[in-house]
T-cell receptor
Framework: AQSVTQLGSHVSVSEGALVLLRCNYSSSVPPYLFWYVQYPNQGLQLLLKYTSAATLVKGINGFEAEFKKSETSFHLTKPSAHMSDAAEYFCAVSPSGSARQLTFGSGTQLTVLP | KAGVTQTPRYLIKTRGQQVTLSCSPISGHRSVSWYQQTPGQGLQFLFEYFSETQRNKGNFPGRFSGRQFSNSRSEMNVSTLELGDSALYLC??????????????FGPGTRLTVL
């Protein structure tokens, strides 16, 4: 079975600093990986997804993620944090590449300090 | 284009009751998935419907059920509510639910509190 592990349930960064949110996957087949963001009292919004077309994936709001097979990782980064980035971030994997049945990580709460 | 809508947004029920939650997908989307989100268990897949048929089901007891109508709107039902059913229930829709180019869009969720 496929799964993802998010390292760090809480991450704090200063405004303008690099954001790095970690996600490692476990899969016996090439995975399809996703990053979602959830703002308070809202649903999930797709930031980006990896579908094997390119190892560096660019998403919305300046976020990007790099698929590293050798490290089984798909970490999310943003060069410069903004106060509006404060939210919870979820890494997810799809068993077949389809969008309909996602397995999520436990989430990382990002706090941006002024 | 309207997003995924869920009604009601908030519900309070007591143990033993049953509840029905509704989800209207984005126009043209035929796949609807349901997820439960709790602080302890995180986000867990409940089930997915496509063209009025349940196509996938997560590891939840039979008290959790759902259906989809011909207009793709979906409902989920929880019978004999337990305290542990308190959660945010998220609905997500996509065009077909298959293929790597298809994207799942989430609604704002229904917050269910069981007393």
């Amino acid at each position: 079975a496929q799964s993802v592990t998010q390292l760090g349930s809480h991450v704090s960064v200063s405004e303008g600093a690099l954001v790095l949110l970690r996600c490692n996957y476990s899969s016996s087949v090439p995975p399809y990986l996703f990053w979602y963001v959830q703002y308070p009292n809202q649903g999930l919004q797709l930031l980006l997804k990896y579908t094997s077309a390119a190892t560096l994936v660019k998403g919305i709001n300046g976020f990007e993620a790099e698929f590293k097979k050798s490290e089984t990782s798909f970490h999310l980064t943003k060069p410069s944090a903004h106060m509006s980035d404060a939210a919870e971030y979820f890494c997810a994997v799809s068993p077949s590449g389809s969008a309909r049945q996602l397995t999520f990580g436990s989430g990382t709460q990002l706090t941006v300090l002024p | 284009k309207a997003g995924v809508t869920q009604t009601p947004r908030y519900l309070i029920k007591t143990r033993g009751q049953q509840v029905t939650l509704s989800c209207s997908p984005i126009s043209g989307h035929r796949s609807v998935s349901w997820y439960q989100q709790t602080p302890g268990q995180g986000l867990q897949f409940l089930f997915e419907y496509f063209s009025e048929t349940q196509r996938n089901k997560g590891n939840f007891p039979g008290r959790f059920s759902g259906r989809q109508f011909s207009n793709s709107r979906s409902e989920m039902n929880v019978s004999t509510l337990e305290l542990g059913d308190s959660a945010l229930y998220l609905c997500a829709s996509s065009r077909t639910g298959t293929g790597i180019t298809d994207t799942q869009y989430f609604g704002p969720g229904t917050r269910l509190t069981v007393l």
